[in-house]
């Protein structure tokens, strides 16, 4: 009996040491740290943020002939919310454009189209929503074998 009292004796023993070489292990960084004001003072210089009027607008122009692809002068763009994107069709074009987006929700829920216009052929959408599509633009409104992909996404 005297020697099962001597073991749990020297188990707890070895037990406290452990524990306590490991707390002490683990206590090696004692580096002061200089604490941090969460509220700054108005003197502390702050990074203004751009308002969404300064957002500049983003333009495409796109061009087609009679039996060749669009052609885009842009494409995977990057839009912020707040900004513009225009699809314009270069000088001299005076066939109809159809655009087309990609899902149900794209034109809508992240782009929302402004009106161009009807004799500008220009079409504007405003990014109004995070996220990311194409729009299609075919050429003489249904020839979609010579359609060319935008696209698009807003941060």
């Known amino acids: 009996m005297k020697s099962m ?3 749990k004796w020297m188990n707890l023993t070895i037990g406290l040491f452990l524990s306590a070489a490991l707390f002490l292990g683990g206590c090696t960084n004692l580096n002061p740290v200089t604490p941090v004001d969460p509220n700054p003072s108005p003197t502390t210089p702050s990074v203004p ?3 969404v009027d ?3 607008d983003v333009k495409v122009v796109y061009n087609y002939s009679d039996n060749e692809k669009v052609q885009l002068s842009a494409n995977n763009l990057m839009l912020k919310v707040g900004q513009k994107l225009i ?3 270069t000088p001299g ?3 109809n454009t159809r655009f087309t987006s990609s899902g149900e929700y794209f034109v809508g829920d ?3 189209q402004e009106t161009g216009g009807p004799d500008t052929g220009k079409a504007i959408f405003t990014a ?3 996220g990311k599509g194409k ?3 075919i050429p003489n409104t249904s020839e979609t074998a010579r359609a060319s992909e935008l696209w698009v996404t807003v941060q």
Do not use: N
């Open 49 to 51: 943020t751009k308002p």
């Open 5 to 7: 009292q001597d073991r």
């Open 128 to 130: 109004i929503a995070p």
């Open 110 to 112: 992240i782009l929302k």
């Open 135 to 137: 729009l299609t633009v």
């Open 87 to 89: 699809l314009e069709p």
């Open 54 to 56: 300064d957002l500049k």
């Open 93 to 95: 074009l005076t066939q």
